[in-house]
């Protein structure tokens, strides 16, 4: 298994953020606003970030205008090739949104088979094994699934989520809330979720893709020093965990 971190793009001033911690870790790129796809090129987004290194995934929203959904996703399959990538994640944001996929779903796959990338869902307010279910009629592993947590997911929701799509697991993203719902760092306050009985569990049912640090979708953005030192933290709780066998 491998640790990562979820860094936000909003607009051309994080280009430089992203390309300092892309130095320091593996990297999803998590691109916030559907037009700074939709109203820019391709190039728009890759020149900043020519010869990066350590870009796991490109993680996008719905269009605004859900009609041209397949030249989106192509131009998304388009940016996280140019990056080095093999995955497109992409977060379905309510129930409208997942009965439009799922009629496209077929178009979607020979899109993603075509170039051989991987569409990763991550399924926000629409039921995680209702996406699995769905998804496991295609075969070829061009599908696959993202889970993450919020304030009111416990340790005891994530291991169920994780156990029941295991098989078609690519990320796990969490973040640590305190008592109060607000995103906190790891290491710095109590944990609805204590991370290492998180990563005791992932490495006993021998998960082996991405564990995603997911600070910034949730509203906590760090120095790069500050997110430096928590991935390396987490790393080495994880090698600890390894040597324990």
């Known amino acids: 298994m491998d640790i990562a971190y979820s860094v936000i793009l909003r607009d051309s001033i994080d280009f430089k953020r992203v390309r300092v911690l892309s130095n320091y870790m593996l990297l999803e790129l998590n691109i916030t606003d559907p037009l700074f796809i939709s109203e820019g090129s391709v190039g728009d987004i890759t020149d900043p970030l020519e010869n990066i290194k350590n870009i796991i995934g490109v993680k996008v929203r719905m269009p605004n205008e859900k009609q041209i959904l397949l030249d989106y996703l192509e131009k998304v399959i388009i940016i996280s090739e140019e990056l080095g990538s093999n995955r497109v994640v992409f977060e379905v944001g309510d129930e409208n949104e997942y009965l439009y996929i799922r009629k496209l779903m077929d178009e979607i796959y020979c899109l993603f088979s075509n ?46 989520a994780i156990h029941n799509c295991l098989r078609m697991l690519e990320f796990i993203k969490i973040c640590n809330f305190d008592c109060t719902g607000k995103p906190k760092q790891f290491f710095k306050c109590s944990s609805i979720i204590n991370i290492l009985d998180l990563l005791n569990f992932i490495f006993k049912i021998g998960y082996d893709n991405y564990l995603v640090i997911n600070y910034e979708e949730r509203g906590l953005r760090l120095s790069e020093g500050e997110v430096v030192s928590d991935i390396r933290k987490i790393k080495e709780i994880s090698r600890s965990i390894i040597e324990k066998g």
């Open 115 to 160: 170039y051989k990338i991987k569409f990763v869902l991550e399924s926000g307010k629409v039921s995680l094994m209702r996406v699995y279910k769905d998804i496991t009629e295609y075969l070829g592993g061009v599908f696959g699934l993202s889970v993450t947590n919020d304030s009111s997911t416990d340790l005891a929701d994530m291991i169920r």
